[in-house]
């Protein structure tokens, strides 16, 4: 059974970084694509950034600049600079294995920008 675990969560004051991980452990064939979306109170899940197996990145307009994906065999990393309140909410992990597959998705990690 394959298991996706987030860290790097947290409290941060407006300007401040975060960087967030997930690995992915169990049996992997392959994977597509890793990448991270979040969820803010009120609003529906939204791409935030992600890479492709070759190393292709997409990100939203609203962090290009201030976010990077990067990824090391079977973790995905999210580095998060200059962060803004509009940044809050909770960051969720996503893993598509094959273009014809489901995403698997992790428990999600609150990201909270606030003074």
């Known amino acids: 059974q394959v298991q996706l675990v987030e860290s790097g969560g947290g409290l941060v004051q407006p300007g401040g970084s975060l960087r967030l991980s997930c690995a992915v452990s169990?049996?992997?064939?392959?994977?597509?694509?890793m990448g991270w979306f979040r969820q803010a109170p009120g609003k529906q899940r939204e791409l935030v950034a992600k890479?492709?197996?070759?190393?292709l990145t997409n990100y939203a307009d609203s962090v290009k600049g201030r976010c990077t994906i990067s990824r090391s065999k079977n973790t995905v990393y999210l580095q998060m600079n200059n962060l803004k309140p509009e940044d809050t909410g909770v960051y969720y992990c996503?893993?598509?294995?094959?273009?014809?597959?489901?995403?698997?998705w992790g428990q999600g990690t609150q990201v909270t920008v606030s003074s």
């Open positions: 890479i492709f197996s070759g190393g």
């Open positions: 169990g049996t992997i064939f392959s994977i597509y694509t």
């Open positions: 996503n893993v598509v294995w094959t273009t014809a597959s489901p995403p698997a």
